[in-house]
Nanobody, 113 residues
């Protein structure tokens, strides 16, 4: 079955960086668009970044220029490099393959001083 396992979350001070990873299994990873979402308490879930099968990317305006999504099809892994983090980036981050209606368990990112 489809499995998505995120890692790399944690606590970081404003201005810091984190890289999230999402290891995928149970499907032909290279054939699918991958997405990162985030969900903060009291807010709606937000689509953060998308990467297509050949590497085309798209970002929410709130993270453009600070976050970078990438994928390694040989490792069945999608990444989210997050730089210049702000307190408002604090959320649970999920990777997803929406075409298969599958989500990971999420990883918490907390940005505070």
């Amino acid at each position: 079955q489809v499995q998505l396992v995120e890692s790399g979350g944690g606590w970081v001070r404003p201005g810091g960086s984190l890289i999230l990873s999402c290891a995928a299994s149970g499907f032909i990873f290279s054939n699918y668009v991958m997405r990162w979402y985030r969900h903060a308490p009291g807010k709606e879930r937000e689509l953060v970044a998308t990467i297509g099968t050949v590497g085309a990317t798209n970002y929410a305006d709130s993270v453009k220029g600070r976050f970078t999504i990438s994928r390694d099809n040989a490792k069945n892994t999608v990444y989210l490099q997050m730089n210049s983090l702000k307190p408002e980036d604090s959320a649970v981050y999920y990777c997803a393959v929406t075409r298969l209606n599958s989500w990971g368990q999420g990883t918490q990112v907390t940005v505070s001083s």
